[in-house]
């Protein structure tokens, strides 16, 4: 299948800090890109899509000045949380879709704010 | 009302047993249903896909939807410790956004 990465697998800021977690694309060119977040023991929750070349859409109640995120290329997206809050650890996903049926993770980026 | 619901469990099986993991879905314009496995702490990774209702196996696995009933399956044959992770279904409608549903996850144990 298709190859997502995400870098960091994990990092760890200060409270008020921001942090940039980016999401590629290794073997296929994603006009589109999920970013998900995922607390301990629960599913995951669609936060934002990522659209190449334009705004991305937030899902309701995800705050949009919080969770910025650029897809700068066809292989590329960035979520940066900004002023990081304890509140904001959480494991953070993205996906791309290969076609209707297919739709491929990264391998997760866990962020603790102490 | 969730738009796909399933058991959390957890469920706990001994080795070799048949496993059957289920979900249920209200909204009729689900037309993808999608399985995926989530080991501790990494991302989902795609198991079985199929569309509309119908059965798909694949080696130990088969995935079975009933858009009659709204009901979506997954069946694990001789079931292996390395089985043991969250098992995550998803649907989604045949529009242009890609957008997934996810069901809560099931746990499972397999014993050895």
């Known amino acids: 299948g298709a190859v997502v990465s995400q870098h960091p697998s994990w990092v760890i800021c200060k409270s008020g800090t921001s942090v940039k977690i980016e999401c590629r694309s290794l073997?296929?060119?994603?006009?589109?890109m999920f970013w998900y977040r995922q607390f301990p023991k629960q599913s995951l929750m669609l936060m934002a899509t990522?659209?190449?070349?334009?705004?991305?859409?937030?899902e309701q109640g995800v705050e949009k000045d919080k969770f910025l995120i650029n897809h700068a290329s066809l292989t590329l997206s960035t979520l940066t949380v900004t002023s990081a809050h304890p509140e904001d650890s959480s494991f953070y996903i993205c996906?791309?879709?290969?076609?209707?049926?297919?739709?491929?993770f990264g391998p997760g980026t866990r962020l603790t704010v102490t | 009302q969730k738009e796909v619901e399933q058991d959390p469990g957890p469920l706990s099986v001994p080795e070799g047993a048949i496993v059957s993991l289920n979900c249920t879905y209200s909204?009729?314009?689900?037309?993808?249903f999608m399985w995926y496995r989530q080991y501790s702490r990494k991302g989902p990774e795609l198991l079985m896909y199929?569309?509309?209702?119908g059965n798909k196996e694949d080696g130990r696995f088969t995935a079975q939807v009933d858009k009659s009933s709204k009901y979506i399956s997954l069946f694990i044959r001789d079931s292996q410790p390395s089985d043991s992770a969250t098992y995550l279904c998803?649907?989604?409608?045949?529009?242009?956004?890609?957008?997934?549903?996810f069901g809560s996850g099931t746990r499972l144990l397999v014993r050895p």
């Open positions: 199929t569309y509309s209702s």
């Open positions: 073997d296929f060119q994603a006009t589109t």
């Open positions: 909204n009729s314009a689900f037309q993808y």
């Open positions: 990522s659209n190449e070349g334009s705004k991305a859409t937030y």
């Open positions: 996906s791309a879709p290969v076609g209707p049926y297919e739709q491929y």
């Open positions: 998803a649907s989604r409608k045949m529009d242009s956004s890609y957008k997934l549903i």
